[in-house]
């Protein structure tokens, strides 16, 4: 009885330590693109490719930010099967800002508020299927908001 | 619980209509850059992961950084959700800390 309870239980946790490192993979926190400068190398750890600019994508920001610490974003993605928007800021300490990934009937549309240290082009980039489009939209910013 | 404010609120029906979900959570969001009145480092503090699911299926999963303003806000849309369907947020943060907030899908 003993033995078998041990066993119950050695199984138990077995399977817990298997299943633990999944969860974490498939939640995993992407370090080196939200530690990266520029947006150049945010993008490659992103594994996003090549991108094109695109009319399909609409940007509501302000076009000056008295105060960089709250810039409230709008993002409208019209582009088919768009399946994750990534917002980056150029003059940022670290450039990518969120990384979002639609599925189930969410829209590829969203409203947020970011940190601006200096003026700079707020810039989207979507991926739909293995295509990567893009739009940016500048704002002017009186107050750093990053401290 | 009492960290994220939320609502869900349904326009039309499900099979056409749009859920609009708004949240606001309560986070200091530091980026590790700030200097408190001592002229001491704040260390980085800050929501890294926040899964937003449907009745328990993954609807819009998010990685933020310290860009992310202070007391996060976010606005998102459902295509498919009906009237009393449940509505979660689950984030963790850099500390390892989580939280959780759920409510149900009311008419517009």
């Not at chain 1, 066993?7 to 939200?34: C, D, E, Q, T, Y």
């Not at chain 2, 099979?15 to 606001?24: F, M, Y």
């Not at chain 2, 899964?51 to 202070?70: P, Y």
Request: charged residues 20%.
């Amino acid at each position: 009885m003993q033995r078998r309870n041990f066993l119950k239980i050695a199984s138990g946790v077995a399977l817990a330590l298997l299943m633990h490192p999944m969860r974490v993979l498939a939640n995993l926190w992407n370090k080196p693109a939200f530690e990266a400068v520029k947006i150049i190398d945010a993008k490659t750890n992103l594994g996003l490719g090549q991108e094109m600019p695109s009319k399909d994508i609409d940007i509501v920001a302000p076009d000056r930010a008295e105060n960089g610490a709250i810039v409230q974003i709008e993002i409208t993605s019209r582009i088919p099967n768009t399946e994750s928007i990534s917002v980056l800021v150029e003059n940022n300490p670290t450039s990518l800002i969120g990384h979002f990934v639609f599925s189930n009937g969410a829209l590829p549309q969203l409203v947020t508020r970011i940190k601006m240290a200096d003026t700079s082009d707020v810039k989207v980039i979507v991926k739909a299927g293995d295509a990567y489009f893009s739009a940016a939209k500048n704002v002017v910013v009186l107050e750093n908001g990053c401290g | 619980m009492d960290n994220i404010k939320m609502r869900a609120k349904l326009s039309g029906d499900a099979n056409s209509g749009t859920t609009e979900v708004k949240l606001i959570m309560n986070h200091p969001m530091e980026t590790g850059r700030k200097k408190d009145d001592f002229g001491q480092l704040i260390p980085a503090h800050f929501i890294q992961l926040v899964t937003a699911k449907l009745n328990g299926k993954t609807v819009l999963e998010m990685q933020w950084g310290t860009g992310i303003s202070k007391n996060p806000y976010l606005t998102f849309y459902l295509k498919g959700a009906a009237l009393n369907d449940k509505i979660s947020i689950d984030w963790v943060d850099n500390l390892g800390k989580t939280g959780n907030g759920e409510i149900l899908v009311v008419a517009a």
